[in-house]
Structures are given as C-alpha cells and as structure tokens.
C-alpha cells in the first residue's frame, strides 16, 4: 500500500479541517447571494410558477420610481446622520467613562451599563417606549416642549420630520455599542506614551488627546465606522416598528421596501434587485472608508 509524502497528508488535513466551514459559506452566504443576483434581473414572484426575464428593468424602477428614490435617499440621509453622530458621541463618552473609572469605578460601571442598556434591550420592546416618549399629546418630550412655551410636534406623523426623529433613534441605539469599542481601544493604549507626553511638554488634556489618545485609536475608529456604517444602511426594525414607512413613504428606507416588496407584495423580483442594490452600496461605502482611512491607521 502507497504511503503519502508528508506535504500530501498535510494537504488533506488542511481540506478536511476547512471543509466543513468552506461548505457552509458556500451554502449560507455565496449560494443564496447567487439566487437573489439571478432574481434580480426576473419578474419572478413568490407562488409563480414562471417568470420573465426583464434585465435592467429592476434596477431602472429603483432610481427612477419616486417610492424607490425615496428609499434610497432616506438611507443615505440616515446613515449621513447616524454614522458621525453615533461616532463623535460614543467617543466623547467612551473618555468620560474611562477617566472616571480611574477614580469613580462604581459610577463608571453605572453609565457603562446605562449607555448599553438600548443595545442589551429588545429594540422593538424599546420602540414601545419611544412611541410613548413622541405621543402628540401625551407624550413627555411634548409636554416639557409647551411647558418652555413652544410648539408639540407630530415626531412620527410628520413627513418633513419622521426621518430626522427616527435618526435620533438610531443614534441613542448605536451610541452604546460604539462606546464599548472605544473603550476596549482606550484600555490598549500604553500608558507609557502618556508618560513620554508628558515629558515632551503635552501635559494638557487636548495635546494629550491628539498626540497619542486619537493616533492610537486609529485601528479600533475604523472598526467602528465599518460596523456603524452597515449597521446605519440595514436599519430596519425602529421603521417596521414605530412608522411602517410612512407617512407616504416618508420614512421608507431600503431594507424595510425590500421587506415590503419581498414578503408583504411577494415581488421576489423587485425585491431581490432592492437587495443587490443594498448590499452594492454597503460595499462601495466600506471599500471607500478602507481606501481613504487605511494609510492613515497606526497599528501598534
């Protein structure tokens, strides 16, 4: 019987031990983005028994339709304001909260768990709450809006309004999430460096934050803008939950009119194009944050 080279046995070991995984992205993740790439260009529809193919037109009803128009500018809006919003404050916190755990540990823990409670919570548990909070008439931001004399809003009923009020959602979810990251990078940074600040003259807090805080960073913020900015674009369940895309679409967005077309419509077609067009995206906005970030990271 013919024995194998050591290099030949390595080589099966390699496949047997990857194959299992390689099989199931091939199943979960490749095959299934195949599927939707090859719907896209039908008019397929769930329960059909046939279907056509139609091309481009798909993907011509997206950017030229105003129902799919508003769903792509909705997306980019929201992901414009969430994104550095989200950021800038989740590291504005992620300092207050490390430096008081150098002297007030119990209050730290307290706003770390606060600040992490919208993230640990059930979104749409949560939804409920703010639906509360934006009541026209009940509601408490309304409340304490007329008791310093100035006028309610319609926050989720407002088509001038909706969006920006769903942003201010976005933000307070993602703030919690962006801050343990940031914090996780803080906890890395030799305190050594501080010290040779110090001697170098940068003895205040804001030449401290900029010569060896924000460079040091640079690896853990460009995390967190990748996850912040397909978490923005997939924004889904505070739509579903709190404004169903409404009023008049005013609030539509690109993953919810994928829901709607795919499973309340059953245009598989349509949808799956609305899908592609998502996944494009998410694409080109992280390859360009790569592109324009990546030279300047500093890997410690």
């Known amino acids: 019987m013919t024995r194998l080279s050591s290099r030949s046995r390595g080589i099966l070991t390699d496949l047997w031990l990857t194959a299992p995984a390689t099989l199931g992205m091939i199943v979960l993740i490749f095959a299934p983005v195949l599927v939707v790439v090859v719907l896209s260009f039908t008019d397929?529809?769930?329960?059909?028994?046939?279907?056509?193919?139609?091309?481009?037109?798909?993907?011509?009803?997206?950017?030229?339709?105003?129902i799919g128009q508003r769903a792509v500018v909705n997306t980019l809006i929201y992901v414009a304001v969430v994104m550095p919003a989200s950021i800038v404050l989740a590291l504005l916190v992620a300092l207050g909260v490390h430096e008081a755990s150098r002297w007030m540990p119990r209050?730290?823990?307290?706003?770390?768990?606060a600040y992490f409670l919208?993230?640990?919570?059930?979104?749409?548990?949560?939804?409920?709450?703010?639906?509360?909070?934006?009541?026209?008439?009940?509601?408490?931001?309304?409340?304490?809006?007329?008791?310093?004399?100035?006028?309610?809003q319609d926050w989720l009923s407002d088509r001038g309004l909706v969006l920006y009020t769903l942003t201010i959602i976005g933000v307070w979810e993602t703030v919690g999430y962006n801050m343990v990251l940031f914090l996780a990078g803080?906890?890395?940074?030799?305190?050594?460096?501080?010290?040779?600040?110090?001697?170098?003259?940068?003895?205040?807090s804001w030449?401290?934050?900029?010569?060896?805080?924000?460079?040091?960073?640079?690896?853990t913020t460009l995390f967190v803008m990748v996850v912040t900015a397909t978490r923005s674009f997939r924004v889904f369940e505070i739509v579903a939950t709190l404004t169903d895309g409404g009023p008049?679409?005013?609030?539509?967005?690109?993953?919810?009119?994928?829901?709607?077309?795919?499973?309340?419509?059953?245009?598989?077609?349509?949808?799956?194009?609305?899908?592609?067009?998502?996944?494009?995206?998410?694409?080109?906005?992280?390859?360009?944050?790569?592109?324009?970030?990546?030279?300047?990271?500093?890997?410690?």
């Open 207 to 219: 030449e401290r934050f900029w010569t060896v805080t924000w460079p040091m960073l640079g690896p």
């Open 118 to 152: 919208p993230v640990a919570a059930t979104l749409v548990a949560m939804a409920t709450v703010w639906q509360m909070l934006l009541h026209p008439t009940l509601g408490p931001v309304n409340q304490a809006l007329l008791a310093l004399g100035l006028p309610g």
């Open 248 to 300: 008049a679409f005013a609030s539509d967005t690109l993953v919810f009119a994928m829901y709607r077309e795919g499973f309340v419509y059953f245009k598989a077609g349509y949808s799956s194009a609305i899908t592609v067009v998502f996944l494009v995206f998410v694409l080109i906005f992280t390859l360009a944050q790569f592109r324009i970030l990546e030279s300047r990271v500093h890997y410690r």
């Open 44 to 66: 397929y529809q769930f329960g059909a028994r046939s279907f056509e193919w139609i091309g481009l037109e798909n993907y011509a009803t997206i950017f030229t339709d105003p």
């Open 186 to 204: 803080l906890a890395a940074i030799p305190h050594h460096l501080y010290d040779a600040a110090d001697i170098d003259g940068a003895n205040r």
């Open 107 to 113: 209050l730290a823990a307290a706003l770390r768990a």
